[in-house]
Antibody, heavy 120, light 109 residues
Framework: EVQLVESGGGLVQPGGSLRLSCATSGFTFSTYWMHWVRQAPGKGLVWVSRVNSDGSSTSYADSVKGRFTISRDNAKNTLYLRMNSLRAEDTAVYYC?????????????WGQGTMVTVSS | QSALTQPASVSGSPGQSITISCTGTSSDVGGYNYVSWYQQHPGKAPKLMIYDVSNRPSGISNRFSGSKSGNTASLTISGLQAEDEADYYCSSYTSSSTLFGGGTKLTVL
């Protein structure tokens, strides 16, 4: 069974840092692009970042560029999101998602999400 | 990176058909045939319903269909069922990112 399991969320003060992890199983992780998508409470989905299959290329939403870093460890089948200089507006459920194979912009498998709350 | 535009809500009775629109620009929806649609029930992760404008992933009912004209994509759900009540989001690939719509709440009356 294909699974994505996020972890690492929690309560952090403004200006603080967190690292989210997404452990994957049931598919050949190293062949898929991976993404982070977030959803603020009661709001819509917002794409955050993506990394290509070997980790050599990344892309970010303007709102997180320079503060967040996406990475992956293909030996551990795990995706990461390092979040620095956190702001209140970063408060959201963060979903890890798999890019549909060779189909740009579609995400076919999603984790259950991990909540990040930025508050003093 | 502005969000795509969707109606906030739509409704329909069981058995009827509804259509949800998703309007972007020539830099996103109109520029690529890479529009997707997602269904999200409360407290759950999104589920891919349509990709590449009109393709259904395995296991998705043929009651769900997608189309595109110019800068506007559409999701049509025919034969509405109670379990279709959910939030629906469109998304579009761009050269540097993926944009989502603001979401549409579907109510089955």
């Amino acid at each position: 069974e294909v699974q994505l399991v996020e972890s690492g969320g929690g309560l952090v003060q403004p200006g603080g840092s967190l690292r989210l992890s997404c452990a994957t199983s049931g598919f050949t992780f190293s062949t898929y692009w991976m993404h982070w998508v977030r959803q603020a409470p009661g709001k819509g989905l917002v794409w955050v970042s993506r990394v290509n299959s070997d980790g050599s290329s990344t892309s970010y939403a303007d709102s997180v560029k320079g503060r967040f870093t996406i990475s992956r460890d293909n030996a551990k089948n795990t995706l990461y999101l390092r979040m620095n200089s956190l702001r209140a507006e970063d408060t959201a459920v963060y979903y890890c998602s798999r890019g549909l194979y060779k189909r740009p912009g579609a995400f076919d498998i999603w984790g259950q999400g991990t909540m990040v709350t930025v508050s003093s | 990176q502005s969000a795509l535009t969707q109606p906030a809500s739509v409704s329909g009775s069981p058995g009827q058909s509804i259509t949800i629109s998703c309007t972007g620009t020539s830099s996103d929806v109109g520029g690529y045939n890479y529009v997707s649609w997602y269904q999200q029930h409360p407290g759950k992760a999104p589920k891919l319903m349509i990709y590449d404008v009109s393709n259904r992933p395995s296991g998705i009912s043929n009651r769900f269909s997608g189309s595109k004209s110019g800068n506007t994509a559409s999701l049509t759900i025919s034969g509405l069922q109670a379990e279709d009540e959910a939030d629906y989001y469109c998304s579009s690939y761009t050269s540097s990112s993926t944009l989502f719509g603001g979401g549409t709440k579907l109510t089955v009356l």
